[in-house]
């Protein structure tokens, strides 16, 4: 066992839990969805029975019986005298390739690769006489690469030379290196909520005490409890996503950025800016300069999004003092970035305006796909309008995100409930709906949404599915 969850705190956890019948079935639904997320680590303890049952204000029997089903799926492991406890993902989730060939994953707001990928894989093949002739392992990018990203950060009005680049594996490769690098255990770290989950557990495993800084579709960021909490807590970094931020699509004014920036400065908290959205605009007038130029600031950026998922080429731009440290650190990670993806990305960013175009055009017909068949199917949900980036941030009309996601898996769709993006808890009246499918894929799961959302809501206790403006958020 390495942890222990209490009843109190599994109970909020679980949010909006009795979507259905039998009541046991729901509420072993909304323990796997917490596995399924992670939000329940493996080896994590639950409460007694007992326990359970008196904070969810339900028999003893009920909760029995969940465990019970549970066990019966490989979830969890009950022994006697020593409770039950959650067992590793890898024995009770099945392989992304195990999903049905009819189901729809929106799990992961992945667009499909550019269209001119595939034709300059092919471009490249025919130099790899060339490339390998290297020796494979270079940790800090090739100069030919390096020189590209700080070509193009010069371009987009930020001057950069190339040894304030460093090529990694992607971004997450770089949250996980720079949060290992900067952090020492038991450091705090300033992070938004909500906000892309695996940049926060990169932060827990370096050890960060993580300190939430909100952020919502409407009001944007909340800069002056930021501010005091930046000041307060004097975290050794701040996370922020300026552009089009994952999950809230939302980007930062200038007096946003001004305000977090002195803040951050007085306190010696370093920014880290994740940028792997930022040029995700989908109207033109969305467009805007490279956020915090005037500032100190480490960056991440990646192909991810722009070109392709499975093209595992990352970066971060920083001060040479710290690219030098990251450098240091990386080999106890990996041996460097593969040089193919690295000759490939070469050509793509001398490509980037075309690239930009194709995908501008692909996620405004997804958007407009997705709000248009939302605000028809369920014109009870708040729909936010976006400008870019890759996803919207649905407001349900009662905090049943998680019950929610559980019942849309058993149709065939995927997604992933509000909490996955909250640090701290909550966001259950939230649901992340990536537009980076097909249109007629999108209209497809708006479909089964708006199908199976009167009987979630109705089989939710009334004290659970409070409207708009009250207490439960």
Known sequence: MDSRITARMLSLALGGWRTREPAYEALADGIRLLCLDNRLAPRTALPAERELAHALAISRTTVAAAYRSLRETGHIESLRGSGSVTLPLGRRVPPRDAVGVDDLDLSQ??????????????????????????????????????????????????????????????????????????????????????????????????????????????????????????????????????????????????????????????AGTVLLLDETTGELAIDARAVSAVAFADVPAVRIGSLGKTVWGGLRVGWI???????????????SRELGTPEFEQAVSVRLLRRMPEVLAQRALLLREGRDALVDALRTAVPEWRVPEVAGGVCVWVELDAPLSSGLVMAARARGLHLSAGPRFSPDGGHERHLRIPFTAPPEDLRRAVAILGDIWPAVRAATPAAASTPWGAAVV
């Not at 371009?155 to 900067?182: C, K, N, W, Y």
């Not at 807590?233 to 007096?255: E, H, K, V, W």
């Not at 731009?317 to 080999?331: G, H, K, N, S």
């Open 109 to 266: 707001a992945s667009p499909a690769a550019w269209p001119g990928l595939a034709g300059i894989m092919s471009e490249t093949a025919l130099d790899t006489a060339a490339l390998v002739a290297r020796s494979g392992y270079d940790i800090v990018g090739s100069a030919e690469l390096r020189t590209a990203i700080a070509d193009r950060y010069t371009a987009r009005g930020l001057p950069t030379a190339p040894d304030e680049v460093m090529v990694t594996t992607g971004a997450q490769s770089a949250i996980h290196l720079l949060a290992q690098t900067l952090l020492r255990r038991g450091e705090r770290a300033a992070i938004e909520t909500p906000t892309y989950p695996h940049a926060a557990e990169a932060l827990r495993m370096a050890g960060a005490r993580l300190v939430s800084i909100p952020v919502s579709v409407d009001a944007g960021w909340d800069i002056d409890r930021a501010a005091q909490a930046i000041a307060r807590t004097r975290p050794a970094i701040a996370y922020l996503m300026p552009d089009f931020q994952n999950p809230t699509g939302r980007s930062m004014s200038i007096r946003e950025q001004d305000v977090i920036a002195r803040a951050a400065a007085d």
């Open 317 to 331: 731009r920083a001060e040479p003092t710290l690219i030098r440290r990251l450098v240091a650190a990386r080999p």
